[in-house]
């Protein structure tokens, strides 16, 4: 045991005398990346996001109701689907997978945020 132990101090020593064994860090671990902020919506407004979490891409509307929101909204008009809703109005939101308040998939409460399904567009809201 005396024998395995002097061998691997003696290893060290040579090793740290050729440069190969790192002693010390040059420099610090960098810091992770700061999150991207979530649910970005402001009071009053219903908001839609393309991603997970209040993330991604955001349309944001003040309107109480909104029979396409292709009409201004990109991400919809490229056809992805929304993964995330934030609902900051005080009445709940209905929302429909069709134009005009037709196929209604959803709902959401007054001031509350969360994810959806993700298989399906936003195409149209209304209060409940």
């Given at each position: 045991?005396?024998?395995?132990?002097?061998?691997?101090?003696?290893?060290?020593?040579?090793?740290?005398?050729?440069?190969?064994?790192?002693?010390?860090?040059?420099?610090?671990?960098?810091?992770?990346?700061?999150?991207?902020?979530?649910?970005?919506?402001?009071?009053?407004?219903?908001?839609?996001?393309?991603?997970?979490?209040?993330?991604?891409?955001?349309?944001?509307?003040?309107?109480?109701?909104?029979?396409?929101t292709a009409d201004d909204c990109g991400?919809?008009?490229?056809?992805?689907?929304?993964?995330?809703?934030?609902?900051?109005?005080?009445?709940?939101?209905?929302?429909?997978?069709?134009?005009?308040?037709?196929?209604?998939?959803?709902?959401?409460?007054?001031?509350?945020?969360?994810?959806?399904?993700?298989?399906?567009?936003?195409?149209?809201?209304?209060?409940?």
């Amino acid at each position: 045991m005396r024998a395995t132990r002097s061998l691997f101090v003696a290893s060290m020593a040579v090793a740290a005398t050729l440069g190969t064994v790192p002693l010390a860090s040059a420099s610090p671990t960098p810091a992770p990346a700061p999150a991207p902020a979530a649910y970005n919506c402001p009071a009053a407004y219903f908001c839609i996001y393309s991603s997970w979490n209040g993330t991604g891409e955001r349309c944001i509307w003040q309107s109480a109701q909104r029979a396409n929101t292709a009409d201004d909204c990109g991400f919809i008009q490229r056809g992805v689907n929304v993964l995330s809703v934030a609902n900051k109005t005080t009445h709940r939101k209905q929302y429909y997978k069709a134009t005009n308040y037709n196929q209604r998939v959803g709902s959401t409460a007054a001031d509350t945020e969360g994810n959806l399904m993700g298989n399906y567009q936003i195409r149209s809201f209304r209060p409940q």
